[in-house]
């Protein structure tokens, strides 16, 4: 118990302050809360974090894929590990090659959505998410488990052959569900009415499953499959873009009824989550879809943890500060149903401090604060095992402190097209990139040791 006593005693270091006394309020919230959640060995499940209906004692796919960036931020990266491994190790050809929903903390899948292989809960977008997971896991943490490990591999490749060819009965590519599935094998994350042949988010996570995995094979040096499944993802996105837009209804649709007709009207998971995972390219149609989720939101709070990293992903800033601020407010219903205390802590990190990372040594930073938010500050963050604190004074300058660690390369990006920045006073000429969501980003990257400070703003100290 020793190694769980290390983790425990670390755990929840992370600290966060800015100009908006109640964001920082509702960090304190979040963290707490979050940590009250979080198991250290005690139970035969190991290391673990409730990612389900509380008093479930269990975590579910879905919730701790999404709850994952806010657990590594608070220095639980080991319990996302331990889960994703049980989910893993428990894919089964009795199962059609699904896992596990939801596990408890005897190490048991949970009694409510499991009753025998062939009566058991399941979403199929769950395997792909967990790909996606393992990425996004893997370039915060640069852990090499999720390059080398044979069993979450074995994962992997089960996925991408056996289970899809299982569930995907017409050929087309796509996991589809029929109504004599029952509920095992749902072909969407929407859990409410009527269940559709396809939703827009199984293909949105199918996308962001392929891309993952082409990413991870190749660092493997496992060229082939990871062009193949490139392509795979590419060749999705373009069926996405053509053949599920509405453009009388100027939004993507959401699922595909057992008629093969779509669901034109705003539909949920079906809608937002293609956004969240990346699906849509198409900058005019990206611009509609995000127009409609401000318009539509959402009304369950396990879906409403998913609009900050939409808004923040794509630099609509603003909407991003809303929904974060509505996230944390006591009077919010369900708040303590355990995602929205991770994903506050990740959409924090990731989003509005803009802090990401290469898996290796390079840490990212791009200031995402709203106008109202003067500054902000989070500190003692666990990232490529090092401890870092990045602050941000509006968008215009950023300082980072390598507090441990061995040295490592800050990438330290700023919105828009800015030809200059200026390193510690010093005017240097900028690159210019596009990020994840699409957006024009200008950059440079500065060598950082252990115990230095760094400082980038986009005006030099004094000037006009």
């Known amino acids: 118990m020793t190694h769980e006593r290390d983790i425990k005693s670390k ?25 009250e959640y979080a198991h250290f060995g005690e139970d035969p499940v190991g290391l673990w974090y409730e990612a389900a209906l509380p008093a479930r004692e269990a975590f579910c796919i879905r919730d701790v894929m999404h709850h994952s960036t806010g657990a590594a931020v608070l220095g639980l990266r080991l319990h996302s590990k331990n889960m994703i491994m049980r989910f893993a190790e428990n894919i089964a050809e009795s199962r059609d090659w699904c896992t596990y929903w939801e596990i408890n903390k005897d190490n048991m899948p949970a009694p409510v959505d499991y009753a025998s292989d062939e009566d058991f809960w399941y979403n199929l977008p ?3 998410d967990i790909i996606d997971a393992s ?16 069993k979450l591999w074995e994962f992997f490749n089960l996925t991408l052959n056996e289970y899809t060819s299982t569930w995907d009965k017409d050929g087309d590519g796509i996991l589809e569900y029929y109504p004599e599935y029952g509920r095992r094998g749902l072909a969407t ?16 996570v199918q996308i962001a499953g392929y891309r993952a995995f082409a990413h991870l094979a190749g660092l493997r040096g496992e060229t082939e499959p990871a062009q193949v499944y490139a392509a795979k993802a590419q060749e999705l996105e373009l069926h996405y873009d ?12 959401g699922a595909k009824l057992q008629d093969h007709s779509f669901i034109t009207a705003y539909h949920a998971e079906g809608t937002f989550l293609p956004l969240y995972y990346g699906a849509v390219r198409d900058q005019e149609k990206l611009h509609k879809a995000l127009e409609d989720v401000k318009i539509n939101r959402v009304a369950n709070v396990e879906g409403k943890t998913y609009l900050p990293d939409i ?33 506050v802590i990740g959409s924090m990190a990731a989003g509005l401090m803009g802090i990401a990372a290469n898996g290796v040594s390079e840490i990212n930073t791009l200031p ?15 990232i490529l095992d090092r401890t870092i604190t990045v602050k941000h004074k509006g968008n215009t300058e950023s300082v980072v402190t390598l507090q441990s660690g061995s040295p490592m390369v800050w990438k330290a990006a700023f919105p828009g097209n800015v030809g200059t920045l200026y390193y510690n006073g010093t005017a240097v000429a900028t690159k210019q ?17 252990a115990g230095e400070t760094h400082q980038v703003s986009t005006e030099l100290e004094g000037s006009n």
């Open 189 to 204: 994350f929407n859990e409410a009415g009527q269940q559709p042949l396809i939703g827009g988010d199984m293909i949105a």
């Open 433 to 449: 990139e596009l990020s994840e969501g699409g957006e024009p980003v200008s950059y440079i990257t500065i060598e950082v040791a």
């Open 126 to 128: 769950a395997n792909f």
């Open 11 to 35: 755990a929840g270091a992370v600290s966060f302050q800015s100009s908006d006394k109640d964001l920082n309020e509702g960090f304190t919230w979040a963290k707490g809360q979050a940590l």
């Open 368 to 382: 995402r604060l709203a106008h109202s938010l003067e500054w902000a500050e989070m500190g003692d963050i666990p």
């Open 135 to 150: 990425w996004r896991q893997y370039l915060w943490t640069g852990d090499p488990y999720y390059l080398k490990d044979s």
């Open 242 to 253: 053509k053949d599920w837009w509405n453009e009388e209804k100027g939004r993507f649709c």
């Open 311 to 343: 808004f923040y992903r794509y630099g609509h800033n603003e909407e991003a500060f809303v929904e974060l601020k509505e996230l944390v407010d006591p009077s919010l219903d369900r708040r303590d149903y355990p995602e929205v205390s991770y994903c």
